[in-house]
C-alpha cells in the first residue's frame, strides 16, 4: 500500500521513487539572489480571518500537492512535505541567510534508508524534528533526528508500542508527548516517551478525527475529518482539553477554514499566530497549502461556550439548577427580555429574578428543552455576541403539560468576568399563516 495524503489507500502499490538529496550549505548563486523573499512567513503577507493560498508560486506550486507545513521557533526555517503523482513524496527545506530566505531544496532525514519521507514537525524547543519515513505496504513508522543550526543529527525510529502500529503526522508539546495517527486505526493516539527510551501510547478518546496536530501546551487539538456538519468531503476541526483529562466534541472552524473542497493535515505557526492547512482546490484533488489567522480557532471555542450558556438559560429548569441561571443572566439594571406573552417585557435582573418564586414552586416541571438551527455572530472585539435559534421549552404546571413550540429567540450576550453573559433577549411565536392572508407583500411589482 502506498501512502497517500490524507488517505490512506486501501490498494498495494510498489513504486515510491527514492531521492537522495542531502541539505547543505546554501549554493553561493542562491545566497547572492536579491530576489529570495525576505521576512516571517517567508516573505507573506499575514492573512485575515479567510484563508488564503501560501507562497503562491513559492511553495504552492500549481499542479503540485504540498502539505504538512512546520516553521522552527523564531521563524526563520521551514519544513514541508510534495507529493507528486503518486511515486514522488519528499520533504523540503529553508532557511534564513543574510536575512533572505533559501531555495527550498529536498532532504532525505533518514539517510536513504527508507523509500520515502514526509511530514516533518519541528518541536517546540526547535532542537528535534519528528518525521514519517515509510517503505512498501504499512511500513511507515515515526522517526526523530536532533538538529542544531542547519546541522542534522544521527536519524533513529522510535521505539516501544509505538513501533508495533504503522504511524504518521507527528506533532509534539513543550511537555514532550507526542500526538500522530494510527494508520491502521485511522485515529490520533499520543505518545510519551520513559526513562528506557520507550515510548507508550494510547489512544486519545475523541469522537472522530484523522491527523491531529496538538498546541504546545496540550489545550487543544486539531484534526480533519468528514463528520456530519462537514462543509465539504473533510473538514478542520478543533477538540479542547477538559479539565477531566478528556477532549470536548469536536468543532467544526466554519467557512474561515472550511469550503465545498476536502481540508486535511492542519498545522499552527511555532507562535501560535496562524494555523496553516491543506485544501484540495486543483483540478484532479490536487492540494495547496493555505493559510489564515489563528484567532479562528479562539472564535470556534467561543462560539460553543455561547451554545452552551444559551442551552443553558433554558435547559437549567430540568434540574431546576438555579446557580446556573444566575450566573447566565447579566445582574443588570438594563437587562431585557420580551416574552410572547406579555408586551411589556422584563426591565432589570431584579424583576427577572421574582421569577424563580414560580419556577421553583413544585408545581412547576420543565419536561423538554430543544435548541435547533442555532447561529451566533461575534463583534470584532470578541467580547459581545448575537445569537439566534429555534426553540422547544415543553413543561408541566400542576401537571397540566403546556409548550413554547418552535419559538423564535435570539439575544445579545457579553463577554464578563472569563465567562459569557445574557443581556438581552427576545422570544415570538410564528405567526397564523392565516392572518397573513391579506398582508401586503414586502415588495411591490
Same mark, same amino acid.
Given at each position: ?76 526555517? =521551514? ?71 542547519? =546541522? ?294
Amino acid at each position: 500500500m502506498s501512502i497517500t495524503h490524507p488517505i490512506v489507500s486501501d490498494r498495494v502499490a510498489r513504486t515510491l521513487i527514492v531521492l537522495s538529496l542531502f541539505i547543505g550549505a546554501v549554493s553561493a548563486a542562491s545566497a547572492g539572489d536579491d530576489t529570495r523573499p525576505s521576512g516571517p512567513y517567508f516573505g507573506q503577507e499575514p492573512p485575515g480571518l479567510e484563508a488564503e493560498i501560501f507562497a503562491r508560486d513559492l511553495i504552492s506550486l500549481t499542479g503540485r500537492y504540498e502539505f504538512a507545513i512546520s516553521f522552527a521557533p523564531g521563524g526563520k526555517r =521551514l519544513l514541508f512535505s510534495t507529493q507528486t503523482g503518486e511515486d514522488r513524496t519528499e520533504i523540503w527545506y529553508s532557511h534564513v541567510i543574510g536575512g533572505a530566505w533559501t531555495t527550498p531544496e529536498t532532504v532525505r532525514l533518514s539517510g536513504g534508508t527508507c523509500k520515502g519521507e514526509m511530514e516533518a514537525f519541528f518541536t517546540p524547543d526547535g532542537h528535534r524534528v519528528f518525521f514519517a519515513p515509510f517503505d512498501e505496504g504499512l511500513g511507515v513508522r515515526i522517526w526523530q533526528v536532533e538538529f542544531e543550526g542547519n =546541522l542534522w543529527g544521527e536519524p533513529s525510529p522510535l521505539a516501544g508500542p509505538i513501533a508495533n502500529d504503522p504511524a504518521f503526522f507527528p506533532t509534539s508539546a513543550a511537555s514532550g508527548a507526542l500526538y500522530y495517527t494510527n494508520v491502521a486505526e485511522r485515529r490520533p493516539y499520543r505518545a510519551v516517551e520513559d526513562a528506557d527510551g520507550q515510548w507508550q501510547v494510547e489512544p486519545l478518546d475523541i469522537d472522530f478525527g484523522g491527523h491531529v496536530f496538538v498546541a504546545p501546551d496540550e489545550s487543544f487539538v486539531l484534526v480533519d475529518a468528514r463528520a456530519n456538519d462537514s462543509l465539504g468531503d473533510g473538514d478542520i476541526y478543533v477538540a479542547f482539553a477538559t479539565d477531566d483529562g478528556g477532549w470536548t466534541t469536536p468543532i467544526n472552524l466554519g467557512p474561515a477554514v472550511n469550503s465545498e473542497h476536502s481540508e486535511s493535515c492542519p498545522s499552527l505557526s511555532a507562535d501560535g499566530k496562524y494555523l496553516f492547512f491543506s485544501r484540495y482546490d486543483e483540478p484532479g484533488g490536487v492540494a495547496q497549502i493555505y493559510w489564515v489567522d489563528a484567532q479562528v480557532i479562539d472564535d470556534a471555542r467561543n462560539r460553543q461556550l455561547i451554545e452552551q450558556t444559551v442551552h443553558d438559560s433554558i435547559a437549567w429548569a430540568l434540574a431546576k439548577d438555579r446557580d446556573r441561571l444566575e450566573q447566565i443572566i447579566a445582574h443588570d439594571d438594563d437587562y431585557f427580555s420580551f416574552h410572547p406573552s406579555g408586551l411589556d417585557g422584563v426591565h432589570g435582573y431584579d424583576e427577572f429574578a421574582r421569577r424563580f418564586k414560580l419556577w421553583m414552586d413544585p408545581r412547576f416541571e420543565a419536561t423538554r428543552t430543544d435548541v435547533r438551527s442555532f447561529r451566533c455572530h461575534l463583534s470584532p472585539s470578541r467580547d459581545v455576541a448575537w445569537f439566534s435559534a429555534i426553540l422547544d421549552d415543553c413543561y408541566t404546571w400542576d401537571g397540566e403539560p403546556g409548550c413554547w413550540k418552535d419559538t423564535r429567540w435570539t439575544g445579545v450576550l457579553e463577554h464578563r468576568d472569563d465567562r459569557w453573559q445574557i443581556v438581552q433577549m427576545h422570544f415570538s411565536f410564528a405567526s397564523d399563516r392565516e392572518q397573513e392572508k391579506n398582508r401586503p407583500q414586502d415588495s411591490v411589482d
